[in-house]
Antibody, heavy 119, light 107 residues
């Protein structure tokens, strides 16, 4: 079945780095845009980054621009989020989600992976 | 950035009641670039409505969406016990932003 599975979360010190992965299965990976969406503890949803199906066009929320990098590997059906210069306010559950195209609704979500930035 | 404001913050209703949730945008998002999601504690969001009024696959017809421009609504015609949770709207007409959520709780 269609599935997204995130991994790579953990505890990291402020200023540190972490790379999240999202393994996709059950659909044609190269045909869809993919996003990262996060949710801070007790808070709402925040869109973080989007990569289109071409793997070239990438978009970021202002809050992470210049610190986070989204990428994808079609040979591995995997989405990534490289997070550098992490701050306490980056603490959240990070979800990967599928969208049909450009900025779009998200019809498939993973269960999320937790990132905690703390000293 | 388009800001989405959802109201009310909390709806306290009983099973069988009708629920109407509002989502207002700070500027027009077009007629179709709005989605609604349901989230239950400890779970990922689930897509309910896209294109303002199209139900996602497997979503019961008691869920309906309407609106355009800056004012949108989600209606649940008769609340079932499994419908309680937090509902978010999302606009994708200009970048992507979410509303702050409306919690639907059992009265």
């Amino acid at each position: 079945q269609v599935q997204l599975v995130e991994s790579g979360g953990g505890v990291v010190q402020p200023g540190g780095s972490l790379r999240l992965s999202c393994a996709a299965s059950g659909f044609t990976f190269s045909s869809y845009g993919l996003s990262w969406v996060r949710q801070a503890p007790g808070k709402g949803l925040e869109w973080v980054a989007l990569i289109l199906s071409d793997g070239v066009n990438k978009y970021y929320a202002d809050s992470v621009k210049g610190r986070f990098t989204i990428s994808r590997d079609s040979s591995k059906n995997t989405l990534y989020l490289q997070m550098n210069s992490l701050r306490a306010e980056d603490t959240a559950v990070y979800y990967c989600a599928r969208g049909p195209g450009y900025y779009d609704y998200m019809d498939v979500w993973g269960k999320g992976t937790t990132v905690t930035v703390s000293s | 950035e388009i800001v989405l404001t959802q109201s009310p913050g909390t709806l306290s209703l009983s099973p069988g009641d009708r629920a109407t949730l509002s989502c207002r945008a700070s500027q027009s998002v077009g007629s179709t670039y709005l989605a609604w999601y349901q989230q239950k504690p400890g779970q990922a969001p689930r897509l309910l409505i896209y294109g303002a009024s199209s139900r996602a696959t497997g979503i019961p017809d008691r869920f309906s969406g309407s609106g355009s421009g800056t004012d949108f609504s989600l209606t649940i015609s008769r609340l079932e016990p499994e419908d309680f949770g937090v509902y978010y709207c999302q606009q994708y007409g200009s970048s992507s932003t979410f509303g702050q959520g409306t919690k639907v709780e059992i009265k």
